[in-house]
């Protein structure tokens, strides 16, 4: 087993890297296919006489991420891609090429903000299939994981939904490419640090915002993937669980009581640890049960 002193020196490595300013007046026509043809084309699984390039039209999908149509951006471009992706209809040498795309989407700061989240959740894909059958090396899978650390750690527009634009979601959306690559065996005992580093930068969000859409749920998941790869104790969890959930800037968490902030980041600590005892506790996992006592020991610091 190993101290969780390693692991959290290696917590503190990453960084951030660079925004790119983009358009935002963008109309999904991919190879200059229009909204009919392409829900004609997800109903025939990607095949048939409109599709005359497999590839060319996977790498063409990735543009409509940021279309602010949440019915093209969701479930054709984001759906799109999902079941091509998981239905091996994507070649390596494309599958390269998309990540790349989505990597640089992740950095753009369109004012809509809608297109880096829905990068992150294509990327969770991409993610699934190097897990299913790998294709990165070794270097670029670390790499990969420090990419995905970047994005969850630089989120900081919190809007989960809305009825005009639908999903933005981006904490969720990146804890969930931090989930598959937890479950990936080939990411190494170091990149799982870095995976908790991620998870723990947006437990209590920006310590203003309370979430409401699911997020503590979806960030509990990668945690609980760590744990059952059995590289922390329960001594490790407990100090790693006491260094995340922090009352700070607050002296103790009796003082949330007082403001509006103080609130939201109980409610969001809250929110995280009973997700996370919920998973816990249903497992027979001891690996997965020694988050329990640390838990347990949070729990009862908050009023």
């Known amino acids: 087993m190993k101290k969780l002193s390693i692991l959290l020196a290696v917590l503190l490595i990453g960084c951030r890297s660079g925004q790119t300013e983009v358009k935002t007046d963008y109309n999904c026509s991919p190879l200059g296919l229009s909204v009919a043809d392409l ?29 602010t149509r949440p019915e093209v951006r969701d479930e054709l471009a984001y759906q799109g891609l999902t079941a091509l992706l998981r239905g091996n209809k994507v070649k390596l040498e494309t599958m390269q090429r998309l990540k790349l795309d989505l990597l640089e989407i992740t950095k753009e700061q369109d004012p809509p903000k809608v297109a880096a989240p829905f990068a992150a959740l294509v990327l969770s894909e991409v993610a699934r299939s190097d897990r299913i059958i790998p294709w990165m090396s070794a270097p670029e899978r670390t790499e990969f994981v420090r990419s995905a650390v970047d994005y969850v750690t630089g989120v900081s527009d919190y809007r989960g939904f809305d009825d005009e634009d639908g999903w933005r979601h981006g904490v969720a959306h990146g ?49 609980i993937l760590v744990a059952q790869r059995g590289v922390i104790d329960a001594d490790g969890w407990a100090r790693w669980l006491g260094l995340v959930i922090d009352p700070a800037p607050m002296a103790n968490w009796g003082e949330a009581f007082n403001s509006e902030s103080g609130l939201a980041q109980r409610h969001n600590a809250k929110s995280f640890l009973k997700a996370l005892f919920v998973f816990a506790a249903q497992s027979d996992d001891p690996n997965i049960q020694m988050l329990l006592p640390g838990i347990k020991a949070q729990l009862q610091k908050i009023p």
């Open 39 to 67: 829900t004609e084309i997800k109903a025939a699984d990607f095949v048939g006489e409109k599709v005359t390039d497999q590839q060319a039209l996977t790498l063409a999908l990735v543009d409509c991420l940021r279309d």
């Open 175 to 223: 804890s969930d490419w931090l989930m598959q690559l937890a479950l990936n065996k080939n990411v190494t005992d170091n990149d799982l640090g870095l995976i908790l580093d991620g998870v723990g930068s947006q437990i209590q969000a920006d310590k203003s915002h309370a979430y409401i859409h699911g997020e503590s749920e979806r960030l509990a998941r990668p945690v």
